[in-house]
């Protein structure tokens, strides 16, 4: 009926049971009842769930010491892929998807207003000139902003994309996302934040925790139709390139 319904789901590590309570209608759902499909290491806020058939998204933790238990496990982190590397965007997902990465939230942009997403170069000229190269480069074409989730993050997304300069990285990172996917230090593939707290800022301009949509997508389509790839295909490796 593509409605969307709000469960509190209740996992019970001893014996792997679950039990689901429709929080709307305030009556249990599902009765406790093993499920050997699901496993602790499954829930953390951001991942997609299956219980018996019904597709979960987890978006919140039911009490503090739950959050204290699983959601220390995980951080966000922004992956901005630049205008050089979205023709390469099968490949870079692939990549994130097989070092352990989770993609909770994805946009793709032709994005104007970047000089509010910039911190503000410090008065050197050539800084200055640097950050206006960048600004004209990053707005040349279409990006992709992802919001990706895994176990620390934002060390783990920035060992993965390399030294910046896609040059040096050829020398001491040569596997590499912008060893393999960028040209120079400006045209370096992806974007990574250097800090939780940077990440989390990161995040609120593409995607607003207040529920607001930030950056219009303003990719402009025609003759076109929807192509969506089912779970099954996607754990299989078969979305392809």
């Not at 499954?42 to 739950?66: A, E, P, W």
């Not at 050089?84 to 939230?105: Q, R, S, W």
């Not at 920035?158 to 996302?177: C, E, F």
């Not at 303003?218 to 078969?238: D, L």
Request: net charge positive; with cysteine.
């Amino acid at each position: 009926a593509a409605l969307f319904r709000r469960y509190e789901l209740l996992y019970y590590p001893k014996d792997g049971s679950v039990e689901m309570y429709d929080v709307k209608n305030h009556r249990t759902f599902l009765k406790r009842t093993k499920y050997d499909s699901l496993h602790l290491e499954d829930l953390f806020v951001g991942n997609k769930i299956t219980v018996f058939s019904r597709h979960l998204s987890l978006v919140d933790y039911g009490d503090q010491y739950t959050a204290r238990k699983l959601g220390s496990r995980k951080e966000r982190t922004l992956a901005l892929i630049k205008p050089d590397a979205v023709p390469k965007l099968g490949e870079l997902i692939d990549i994130i998807i097989n070092a352990g990465f989770t993609i909770t939230k994805a946009k793709m942009m032709i994005y104007i207003g970047l000089e509010n997403y910039f911190i503000p170069c410090p008065g050197h000229w050539l800084l200055l000139l640097f950050c206006s190269e960048l600004l004209q480069f990053v707005t040349s074409g279409p990006v992709v902003a992802m919001e990706i989730l895994g176990d620390d993050a934002v060390s783990k997304w920035k060992t993965l994309l390399g030294p910046a300069n896609s040059a040096v990285a050829q020398t001491d990172a040569p596997d590499s996302i912008r060893a393999n996917f960028g040209h120079d230090g400006l045209r370096n593939a992806a974007h990574g934040p250097d800090s939780v707290a940077s990440a989390a800022r990161e995040l609120e301009l593409f995607f607003p925790s207040s529920g607001g949509r930030g950056p219009v997508n303003s990719a402009q389509f025609t003759n076109c139709t929807c192509c969506v790839i089912k779970p099954h295909a996607v754990n299989e490796g078969k979305q392809g390139r």
